[in-house]
């Protein structure tokens, strides 16, 4: 029964009773089951049936499997057989009230459809009567609205013929104000006639003006864009050179070198890590399988080259590609051990920006780790670290 694998207990995990015991249970409740035996990965101490450990409850792995066992449980049947009856005879009284409580209700519920019948025919009989009154007033109003039609009609014969003599009236007055107006517009006319001919003349001077000032705006142009390509072709050659430190989820701090040349264009390389470190340790779920002493260490390494652009004399802007590297591990009982989910490799991006004056040069890079993959899976992670960096700007040839 020993080594081989670690086999699944029933007993919850928790500490024995401090005074003697024979055969003792596990705790009543818990999260962890116990295994015992050790497995064909553990050392020799371990693979003994009084070697136990916590594994919780829900885990599985390839290095656990389990034992069969079985216990004297017939009082426990009887005592359950017999809770079965009561809950069978509580059941059958909870049905026959519910069968009583159904009748009622179905009572009550007949009574008070009868009522609602009752009521609703009442309505519906009021509701006939009141259209029948609505029906002969509507009847009166109509006789009534036909009268006052027909004494509208006469007013409005007479009213037309008023109007016809008034409008021909009217006609005659117009024609004659359209025959002034008519001689008025020819007079405005021509009086805008001279008006646009001296407008339009000074408008061919403006143009004339216009299109020499355009020409001189394009002259201009032509000298700064000039001054722009001279100044350009005016900027040194210079070799840079920072000391960079950064942070990150993994492995937090680490700390480098940027190192490069441009003028226009130019090109950079940059070389990151970090020492080794031992600190708390937040555990992790790990913790089920090893016996952690609360220390851990942390390794990186990463290298980016890529092109640097300086749009003006003081600001260089950098992009850059390369590969990363991450470890975790963890202080255990036989030494310190490698996490393989926590051990990553992958392409990393940067995108930064430096700036330099009298020859001081500050630089500010944000690195993306993408697609990371580590020895057990393979999954699409991703990583944001910040880097700063200070160092020195030298001039070379033009």
């Known amino acids: ?30 999260t962890a089951r116990i295994v015992r035996g050790g497995c064909y ?4 101490r371990q693979c003994r049936v009084a070697s136990r450990k916590s594994l919780y409850q829900g885990g599985k792995d390839y290095m656990t499997g389990f034992r069969l066992a079985m216990d004297d449980d017939r009082e426990a049947r009887a005592a359950a057989a017999a809770q079965q009856a009561e809950q069978e005879r509580i059941a059958a009284e909870k049905a026959a009230a519910d069968a009583a409580k159904q009748a009622e209700q179905d009572r009550i519920a007949a009574e008070k459809k009868a009522e609602q019948d009752r009521i609703v025919e009442e ?21 009534e609205q036909e009268r006052i039609a027909a004494e509208k009609k006469a007013e409005q014969d007479r009213i037309a013929a008023e109007k016809a003599a008034e409008t021909a009236a009217k006609q005659a007055e117009q024609d004659r104000i359209a025959a002034e107006k008519k001689a008025e517009q020819d007079r405005i006319v021509e009086e805008k006639k001279a008006r646009q001919n001296r407008i339009n003349a000074e408008k061919s001077a403006e143009q004339q003006q216009l299109t020499e000032d355009r020409r001189n705006r394009q002259e201009e142009q032509q000298r700064r864009a000039q001054h722009r390509r001279d100044s350009i072709n005016a900027l040194p050659w210079n070799t840079f050179f920072t000391v960079n430190t950064a942070i990150s989820p993994i492995p937090q701090f680490s700390y480098g070198f940027k190192v490069g040349q441009v003028k226009v264009l130019g090109w950079y390389f940059s070389a990151m ?23 851990q260490r942390a390794t990186k390494f990463s290298a980016l080259a890529g092109l640097v652009v300086r749009p003006c004399q003081p600001l260089s802007i950098h992009i850059g590609a390369g590969f990363g590297y991450r470890a975790l591990t963890l202080e255990t009982e036989t030494g310190w051990y490698n996490l393989p989910k926590r051990t990553y490799y992958g392409v990393d991006a940067s995108l930064g920006i430096m700036l330099h004056f009298k020859g001081v040069a ?6 993306y780790t993408t697609c990371d993959f580590n ?3 393979i999954k699409p992670l991703s990583r944001l670290e910040g880097k700063l960096g200070i160092g020195f700007f030298l001039p070379n040839k033009r």
């Open 1 to 30: 029964m020993s080594g081989n694998v670690w086999e699944w207990c029933s007993d919850y995990y928790g500490q024995y009773p401090s005074d003697k015991q024979t055969n003792p249970t596990g705790a009543k409740k818990g």
């Open 123 to 143: 309505k519906k009989a009021e509701q006939d009567r009141i259209a029948a009154e609505k029906a002969a007033e509507a009847a009166a109003k109509q006789a």
């Open 375 to 377: 020895h057990s899976e």
């Open 273 to 295: 890590t970090n020492f080794h470190f031992k600190g708390a340790f937040n555990p992790l779920e790990e913790n089920k399988y090893y016996v952690l002493t609360g220390k």
């Open 362 to 367: 500050i630089s500010a890079e944000a690195v």
């Open 41 to 44: 990965a553990a050392i020799g």
